[in-house]
Structure formats: C-alpha cells, structure tokens
C-alpha cells in the first residue's frame, strides 16, 4: 500500500514522516479500528501544536545570536487578569521594536505567557511569568524595556538548532495557564504570540508507492541523527502505523 513521506525543513533540521492515508490505496483492512475518542483527538492536536511551533523556532532563531528570556514582575506590579498580563507583553514588545530599530536591526520574537496555580490552588496568587524566544542577545535592551521587575533572565540559545525542548515548554506553559485562567472566567488568546516577520516552513509531501515503509533514518552526508527525534506507533486518529525522526545539519 503506498504511504506519504512528509519532509519539512526548518532552519537546520529536517524532519521526516512517513505514514499511511485512506486517500492512497484500497487494500488496507481496518480491522477492529474505531472512531476516535475526544481524548484522543485532543492529545493528537496538542502534539501537532508542539511539531508547529517546534518548526517555527528552529525555522528562524540561531544558537549563539538568539535567546530564551523570561519575565519576572515585582508584587507590586503584578497584573490582575490575564488580559492586563498580555497588555503588559504587548507594550513590551512594542519598546523592544523601538530599540531593535535604533539599531536597525529586525526584531523577531514568539513568547508565551504563563500564570501559575499558586500557594490556594486557585491561581489568584499563581507566579506570572514571560517567556519569550528573541533574536539578537542584548541584555541591555532587554533590561531597559522591561521596567515591571528586576532584569530578564537571559539564556543564549545553543541546542544545534533543534529548540524541541523550548517548544515543548512552551506549550506547558500555555495549557497550564489556560486552565487556570479559565477557571477564573477568563479567556485565553493565542496558545503563543509571534512576530509577524517569521517565516512560516511548509512540509514538502510525496506519494511513496512501496508495500511499506523503512523504519529506519536516512542521514545523507553532512547531517546527523538527532538520536531523542525517532519515534514510532500506531495512529490513535487512523489506526495505521507512522514512523518519523529529525536529522540536523552538521556545523562546517
């Protein structure tokens, strides 16, 4: 039965999928395959919420020049909603624009906001934190925009490229902070907020017209496996087997 080989690359990692559909060939037997749960459906989207933003960060951020900051704010300074949260983000952004261009230099950025459940459970007295993903690593800038607490703490990107981890904590942090905010009466925005000069990686796909597919990576020369990226499994959506892994490209 022929399967897709997906491939997306983004920045210097390229990720490969490899899977069944309905839509090519006739002879696949479902067998005893039902309709999937909510539950499963939910897990399903999340992980592709993970594998988008995951793309996105590799796509346009480097180890050495980019950065990982996070926002702390003094109690006196703390927003009451997260509305007043995001506006504060907002106006944060809109200084750290305004220094980027002095120096003409582009700013771009994906941040989060994160509230905490805090010490009564209730998230009335949860941390509130800013976690933000930036180009060009200046601390000086950082410290003079951000005026509702002590300096950001800065973390220089350098994970070969692959920023899995930072996207995995990301989302953590936005599904920690919906439910507690929605528990409060609030709503939610953007799960994470980018800049609107990122670019955007499409996966290339391909019809593979083989019996089945090679549960092994193809590393070509000048790439290497990132060895935590294989992953394997029967698809709780279509209940067809799936095979993926990540190669990155090697430093000259």
């Keep these: 039965m022929p399967y897709i080989e997906e491939r997306c690359k983004a920045g210097r990692t390229v990720e490969v999928v490899k899977y069944y559909s309905y839509h090519y060939g006739k002879h696949w037997v479902r067998g005893e395959y039902k309709a999937p749960s909510k ?29 990982l900051i996070t926002c702390t704010f003094r109690p006196e300074d703390r927003p009451q909603s997260y509305q007043e949260l995001l506006k504060i983000a907002q106006l944060f952004v809109r200084r750290l624009r305004k220094e980027y261009k002095s120096y003409n230099y582009p700013l771009k950025y994906v941040y989060v906001l994160e509230k905490g459940k805090g010490r009564k459970g209730d998230g009335s007295d949860g941390a509130l934190h800013i976690h933000m993903v930036v ?4 601390a000086l800038i950082f410290a003079k925009c951000w005026t509702w607490g002590f300096p950001p703490k800065v973390e220089i990107l350098g994970s070969d490229g692959q920023y899995s981890k930072i996207a995995e904590y990301f989302m953590k942090y936005s599904n920690s902070t919906e439910k507690v905010v929605e528990e409060q009466g609030e709503k939610v925005g953007k799960a994470w907020y980018p800049s609107k000069n ?12 083989s019996n089945k597919f090679r549960e092994k990576p193809r590393v070509p020369k000048g790439y290497r496996l990132d060895p935590d990226s294989e992953y394997s499994g029967i698809s ?3 209940g067809m087997p799936f095979y993926g892994y990540t190669i990155i490209k090697m430093r000259c």
């Design 39 to 67: 539950e499963a459906v939910k897990k399903a989207n999340k992980k592709q919420a993970v594998k988008k933003l995951r793309r996105l960060l590799n796509a346009n951020f480097k180890d050495g020049e980019d950065c």
């Design 236 to 238: 709780e959506l279509t």
């Design 198 to 209: 990122l670019i955007h990686p499409e996966p290339e796909k391909k019809v593979v017209y």
């Design 135 to 138: 180009s060009w690593n200046h």
